[in-house]
DNA sequence: TGTACATCAGTGAACGCGCGTTCACTGATGTAC
DNA sequence: TGTACATCAGTGAACGCGCGTTCACTGATGTAC
């Protein structure tokens, strides 16, 4: 949702060159990881000097956390939508595998090794929580009301208020949100990793298990 | 399993410092990660000048790749003896949750973000292939010979002969291993992330539950 | 419509830094007779 | 047991590099009257 309202003339073209920097920024890091970002090499690449950038970014870091927060909105925005269109579990899981191999150090970025010692800013947490009320909607509509409810999944009484911004998911939701979460994360991550290849099997397929595990009422998961 | 037979003394000084180097390292990567790891920073902390280090390692590709291989070597023996010790998935899961909450850092330098266009050499493939091989292991027994072979397991089919050394194993037992992996790897790296922070709940219990789904024959992984 | 001024994008030089790595050399440790 | 030699750990200077960042300044674009 930009501000496509007034807009001088000035203003678009800061915008403009501010992607264009983004842009670039993320053709390093698909090239050579987050650690290889330079600013004096985006702008050596744009025609610029490096001070140029200045006028877009107040410096590294900034830099680098607006490419984190675009990555959260673009992955909140995906699985809202994918969510919103009534698909479940099953849409919401496809959205996000698509947007997990159009660019996978975009989703390290978001998911990968932390950086010890670095915090996201607030709004980037905010569109976390946005991101598992999207898996709670899904999650709430794949979920029988007579779940049975034990174990790990009482733990989770009450929870919904914290989370996502005081949702009201029964605890099985809970449940089947965080499956959803960590079970689709370890078959991506793990892929996107390269993990898997020489062994033989179409990665595709064992997300699409793990995701049966999850979407199916009979099958348990250690077959299917 | 160091060679501890004949040794000189030179050849003892030469381990020692190799391994303090190392060690050194290690807390660095702890710290800043695997981009803030420094030779020269190494060799300040050890009271040596820069090129000493050239003594001991070829520079420090060669120091992180040994570093990587020191790695899986540690995680392979864990494995192995877990797996060996008759405690079956439930040992092995918690030997795996223990070595990776001992050192996250690293557990990302085998499991985490990729820096791309590095390949691991071949000794550190065949160290990752024989941690299948002690998961396939434990996964076996765990797998009756009835449970049933459809869909994604079906696919497996065969797929022994080319992991881990040619390992037997049932189609059903392949299945349960890669489950087994994926998703303890789901919670764990989000765990070690700090991406559970603030929800409220015990990451150790979500692993037990997501352990339970590999094990318990009655669970369903959506509750539990 | 033209003029005076303010805003702002971008430059080029410079700073200090730490990095990995090489090289010729010193001095201590170990080995052979 | 002592002497001559080889091995090898470690030093210090130096190289070239690229980094993020600052600063004073230029020139173009937009604004106000």
Redesign the pocket.
């Known amino acids: 949702m930009a501000e496509t309202g007034t807009s ?3 203003e678009r ?2 915008a403009q ?1 501010r992607a264009e920097i983004k842009q670039r920024a993320w053709e390093q890091i698909a090239t050579a990881g987050a650690s290889g ?5 985006i ?2 690449q744009m ?10 970014f ?4 900034e830099l680098i956390t607006a490419l984190i927060r675009d990555a959260y909105r673009s992955l909140a925005d995906a699985v809202r939508t994918a969510s919103a269109a009534g698909t479940g579990l099953t849409g919401a899981a496809h959205t996000l595998r698509a947007w997990a191999l159009a660019d996978p150090q975009r989703y390290f970025l978001v998911y990968g090794t932390p950086v010890p010692g670095y915090h996201a800013p607030d709004d980037v947490t905010a569109l976390a929580a946005e991101i598992m009320t999207s898996l709670l909607d899904a999650s709430v509509e794949a979920t029988a009301q007579d779940d049975p409810v034990t174990g790990f999944t009482a733990r989770l009484e009450g929870l919904g208020r914290r989370w996502a911004d005081g949702h009201p998911a029964p605890p099985a939701a809970l449940r089947r949100a965080l499956a959803f979460w960590t079970r689709l994360h370890g078959v991506l991550s793990l892929e996107l990793a390269g993990h898997f290849t020489g062994m033989g099997f179409d990665p595709a397929h064992l997300f699409a298990a793990e995701l049966a595990t999850l979407t199916d009422r009979e099958d348990d998961g250690r077959s299917g």
């Open positions: 001088t003339p000035r073209y800061r060159v970002l330079s600013l004096n090499a702008a050596k025609g610029l000097s490096g001070p140029a950038l200045y006028r877009y107040d410096g590294r870091d």
